[in-house]
């Protein structure tokens, strides 16, 4: 599509730098294929009319989500091993400085509070 001499790029919606304002202003059209309609209507889908999975999907795909999701994933690992390091330093093994697994230390943790119930018995 050529440009006329006073119209600018930022006139069309794919020159808007944010994304879903970019969506909410477009409206899908596609050709239906039903041998039926002699003319080929068009049909238009605008955006209002998606479902909530839809929408869900639609943010869930743009780069600036994902890159979130990856920072909170980070987070939430990194949180995760900490805790275990944790666990671990309680735990008495031979020699101190093995390295366990964490299925290992948890069997491990099992195991040692078992002990410690039995010593209270005692």
């Excluded at 879903?20 to 294929?33: A, T």
């Excluded at 994933?73 to 366990?100: G, H, M, S």
């Amino acid at each position: 599509m050529m440009l006329s001499p006073d119209q600018t790029d930022s006139d069309h919606p794919w020159a808007q730098s944010d994304a879903e304002s970019v969506l909410n202003d477009m409206k899908v059209g596609c050709i239906s294929d039903d041998p039926g309609d002699g003319e080929g209507k068009i049909r238009t889908i605008a955006t209002q009319n998606l479902t909530r999975e839809e929408k869900r999907r639609r943010r869930r795909a743009t780069a600036k989500y994902r890159s979130a999701h990856a920072t909170r994933e980070r987070i939430r690992v990194e949180a995760f091993n900490v805790a275990f390091a944790e666990l671990r330093k309680l735990l008495p093994t031979l020699p101190p400085d093995k390295k366990l697994s964490k299925i290992e230390i948890l069997r491990l943790a099992i195991c040692y509070i078992s002990y410690l119930n039995h010593v209270l018995d005692v």
